[in-house]
Structures are given as C-alpha cells and as structure tokens.
T-cell receptor
Framework: KAGVTQTPRYLIKTRGQQVTLSCSPISGHRSVSWYQQTPGQGLQFLFEYFSETQRNKGNFPGRFSGRQFSNSRSEMNVSTLELGDSALYLC???????????FGPGTRLLVL | AQTVTQSQPEMSVQEAETVTLSCTYDTSESNYYLFWYKQPPSRQMILVIRQEAYKQQNATENRFSVNFQKAAKSFSLKISDSQLGDTAMYFCAFMKPSNYGGSQGNLIFGKGTKLSVKP
C-alpha cells in the first residue's frame, strides 16, 4: 500500500505571496492532519479534516486554511506569507483520526 | 491541556549498546495513546512504537521497547543493540482517542531528543 505523499517537496516564496500544499493520504484513510515543524516551536498541530469537514483546528491565524476533497486528498493554503511561515509542513493520515497517524515526507517552505 | 516533556535534548550511544530516551506527559485523561516517532535526517517521520494507556503490558517492536508507567505518567523508549541507522530525532507524542472535545487527529509532541549512534 502506498504511503502518504506530499507535493511539492520544496518551495520558495516571497513575503506576501500565497502558497498551496497538497497531501494524498494512504488509501482508505479518511482523516488528514497537518502539522508545522520549526526549530523554535517544534511540531504544532494546524488542523484535521475528515470526510471533507474540518473537525479540529490548532492555534494558528486565519491565514492558514485547508480543505479536503471527496477522495480524501487534502490541501492547505497559507495566504500573505510571512518570514515566520518558513517551516517543514507535514501531513499525516489515519483511518478515523482517532488512532495511529502515518506521515508524509513533508513540504519544506522557505519564505524570503 | 495535555503536555509532553522530553528532558534530554541530545544523547549519544555506541553502536550495539542500549540507550533509553525519557518522556513524561501530563493529562487528566484515563484513556489515551502514546507514541514514539523517529525523524532521521531525511525528515520523514516514522512510527517506532505505540502504547494504549489501558494496556498494562509494555509495547515492543523488535529492538524497541517502552517502559510505560501510567501512574507516574512516564513513557520511556529503550533501544537495544543500537545501529547507525537509529541516528535520528526521536519524538514522544500523546493523543486522546475521542471523537469529542476537538482532539481528533491532534498529536501533541514533545520537543524531541536527538540521538547519535557512534561506530
């Protein structure tokens, strides 16, 4: 069974731009969670989607948003990028969102 | 709110030796999951081991085992016969498996322990 995939793997943007990251979960998994990883803050939960609905959200500004499609693929969007948004963005999938999560390779975003 | 603490920012071990990574957590819940994830330099987060709080038996996966002390809220990871490929950041994580209260899909991570295995 294929693992979680994320595209693109690397991205360079400038301040003020917006960016969209994509995540395809393991086949059959309906829950997708997103995390931001930075050296200073560590791993922080962004949000979780299940059956195209956001069920849970972390403490991030409204510039961070996401959505999930009927095939469980998920996208996250960051608008009006700031330097502090430079991070590794990880997505993880699980069957119901209540058990073990399996992670993708991440998207490394650099904001200049 | 739940918190996870890893008190050892960095550790090193000689190849073939045993090392133990510490993790403590704070929660008022009685049912939850605990995890150890490994993140090698490639940055891919890999599940090492999982423990359900209601199970008294400590989980094991080949060379990896945990010492789960529920009353003490302690969850340490023991790596036996360390190998060079075990060099990585190790994260302890907590999750409350409830469909209520906004906990779905939310892993709470510690800050990590950087483990170096030396030849």
């Amino acid at each position: 069974k294929a693992g979680v995939t994320q595209t693109p793997r690397y991205l360079i943007k400038t301040r003020g731009q917006q960016v969209t990251l994509s995540c395809s979960p393991i086949s059959g998994h309906r829950s997708v969670s997103w995390y931001q990883q930075t050296p200073g803050q560590g791993l922080q939960f962004l949000f979780e989607y299940f059956s195209e609905t956001q069920r849970n959200k972390g403490n991030f500004p409204g510039r961070f948003s996401g959505r999930q499609f009927s095939n469980s693929r998920s996208e996250m969007n960051v608008s009006t990028l700031e330097l502090g948004d430079s991070a590794l963005y990880l997505c993880a999938s699980s069957f119901l969102g209540l058990e073990t999560q399996y992670f993708g390779p991440g998207t490394r975003l650099l904001v200049l | 709110a739940q918190t996870v603490t890893q008190s050892q920012p960095e550790m090193s071990v000689q190849e073939a030796e045993t090392v133990t990574l510490s993790c403590t957590y704070d929660t008022s819940e009685s049912n939850y999951y605990l995890f150890w994830y490994k993140q090698p330099p490639s940055r891919q987060m890999i599940l090492v081991i999982r423990q359900e709080a209601y199970k008294q038996q400590n989980a094991t996966e080949n060379r990896f085992s945990v010492n789960f002390q529920k009353a003490a809220k302690s969850f340490s990871l023991k790596i036996s016969d360390s190998q060079l490929g075990d060099t990585a950041m190790y994260f302890c994580a907590f999750m409350k498996p409830s469909n209520y209260g906004g906990s779905q899909g939310n892993l709470i991570f510690g800050k990590g322990t950087k483990l170096s295995v030396k030849p």
